[in-house]
């Protein structure tokens, strides 16, 4: 027996998104009727930090809006399962209402993702590796009526950077200990046990990104005469410029800088993909190999991709898996001044990309 609610976990509030339920429940599933495949893999990353480890059900809107005869667009279909499955999410895809009016293209575009998760589990089975965290707080939005998506995040997965959501109440030294950086733009709300996993993780060599206000209000939303993550970092106020605390590196952005200073402090660990590109990348790391899941979010044509510094592939080629093709055609990869890259004509809507490594 399964025990799942559709919590409605991206509402703007806590009207339909019941956050003490995520605890009790088998499966976190949602409904994701007419989103866009950017928002779809936003919803999906905070998916996977509610969930905390246990399997992700995201209900695809797959008709039309007000017509349960009609599919959806392929253009629209495609994106939005991709991004689904590339972010580790089961899809939950209802179609066969009508036989009449249902477009064979669009069903293709259901089939062919699903097909190819279900053909190929050795691209689905392993790590998402993630550098960068990024706080997301529950609270922040119920009592202080915060966005739940940090906006930065936008430009972070525009710029190619891979990151992962963390929930500002499972904040830890176990849950802090895989990234290099974390951004804090949204939580003012945050108790002191939060405030000092993160000032130890610092002082241990991480770089964190914060907003002014960040920890200036407590659980229950009453603001505190200081707030209690630049108390816990030792700091008077919050450091408009970058400041070293013990090993590691803090600082406060101004608001309407916060998104770019994000961008600029993770590029080491970005496949810096043009503002414009229309692709997504969430690499996962196998033991011999890096896999990067590409969503096309909007045509592309040809996109460059290139290769965080930490990784040394052992070959000079890698491998592209495409839904619907039998074959697994070679990429090259490129030395240039920038470092590796490799180049992909003609972006298909879902790819995963096979780089050998060690």
Known sequence: ILFFANTQYEYADARLAGDLEYEREDVLLSESAWLGSRDMSKKMLLGQALAAGRPVWNYLGTFKKGDFATL????ELGPNIAATLAHGARAWVVDGFSE???????????????????????????????PVGVVISTRSRNILHRPLHPPHITALLQAGTPVADLRDERISSKTLQSFRVVTCETAGCLDEKSAAALAKWVRAGGTLIAATDAGLYDELGQKRE???LWQALGLETAPGQITAVGRGKVLAPEPKDFAQQAVNLTSADSFR?????????????APDSLLLHLVRHK????IVLRLPDSFHPTEKNARLFVPGLTDAPTIPLSMTSEGITL???????????????R
């Open 72 to 75: 959806r667009r392929p253009e």
């Open 100 to 130: 009449g009016r249902n477009d064979p293209i669009a069903r293709r575009a259901i089939a062919l993702p699903l097909a190819f998760q279900a053909t190929h589990p050795d691209l689905f089975s392993h790590p998402r590796w993630a």
């Open 226 to 228: 200081r707030s209690a």
């Open 273 to 285: 993909l043009a503002r414009n590109a229309g692709v997504e990348v969430v690499p996962y790391r």
């Open 299 to 302: 045509p592309a044509a040809t």
């Open 343 to 357: 180049t992909l004509t003609n972006v298909p809507v879902y790819s995963v990309i096979r780089i050998p490594m």
